[in-house]
T-cell receptor, first 112, second 113 residues
Framework: DQQVKQNSPSLSVQEGRISILNCDYTNSMFDYFLWYKKYPAEGPTFLISISSIKDKNEDGRFTVFLNKSAKHLSLHIVPSQPGDSAVYFCAAKDRGTYKYIFGTGTRLKVLA | GAVVSQHPSWVICKSGTSVKIECRSLDFQATTMFWYRQFPKQSLMLMATSNEGSKATYEQGVEKDKFLINHASLTLSTLTVTSAHPEDSSFYIC?????????FGPGTRLTVL
């Protein structure tokens, strides 16, 4: 049972445009969410986080939106740059634990 | 952010041998570390939670006798893949929590021939 889902395995966006990566979850007890960027054969790099008590968090070009009623979060990257091309994972933490569950990832390709 | 290192970054071994992977927190102490495994084009799968000074907690389906975890100090956790077989070939990643954020090591690519 996949508790964290990223239904789009890949996404292509033109440089300078907005990239929107989506993530859905099923467990209402998740209280903290993270987005990671990963290059092949490297460990994930933390991008941005959001607590379940918020609905938006912004850091530079990256903004994460959380819709608790829909159990949905999204990562917006604007403007997109070729260096943003990577696999993006969302991850969710269960309340009272330190364990994160990862989505399956979305491969973003930003075209120059 | 917090820095987590792994060693080795890449290892090739013969089937039947054991391989030890080290995970270190470089600028902070970590009472809890996590070990993940990633197959090509798949998500990171949590294998186990490594607890300093006590036994690791394994996720369902992970063989604890196959993947030995030792968290002997606040800055070091080790994962030993015992009697490795080709199906154990994978990318192994460790992480540690700092407050609610999880910082990852660079990963270890294990290839078992």
């Amino acid at each position: 049972d996949q508790q964290v889902k990223q239904n789009s395995p890949s996404l292509s966006v033109q440089e300078g445009r907005i990239s929107i990566l989506n993530c859905d979850y099923t467990n209402s007890m998740f209280d903290y969410f993270l987005w990671y960027k990963k290059y092949p054969a490297e460990g994930p790099t933390f991008l941005i986080s959001i607590s379940s008590i918020k609905d938006k968090n912004e850091d530079g070009r990256f903004t994460v939106f959380l819709n608790k009623s829909a159990k949905h979060l999204s990562l917006h990257i604007v403007p997109s740059q070729p260096g943003d091309s990577a696999v993006y994972f969302c991850a969710a933490k269960d309340r009272g634990t330190y364990k994160y569950i990862f989505g399956t990832g979305t491969r973003l390709k930003v075209l120059a | 952010g917090a820095v987590v290192s792994q060693h080795p970054s890449w290892v090739i071994c013969k089937s039947g041998t054991s391989v030890k992977i080290e995970c270190r927190s470089l600028d902070f102490q970590a009472t809890t570390m996590f070990w993940y495994r990633q197959f090509p084009k798949q998500s990171l799968m949590l294998m186990a939670t490594s607890n300093e000074g006590s036994k690791a907690t394994y996720e369902q389906g992970v063989e604890k006798d196959k993947f030995l975890i030792n968290h002997a100090s606040l800055t070091l956790s080790t994962l030993t893949v015992t009697s490795a077989h080709p199906e154990d070939s994978s990318f192994y990643i460790c992480s540690a929590n700092v407050y609610n954020e999880q910082f990852f090591g660079p990963g270890t690519r294990l290839t078992v021939l």
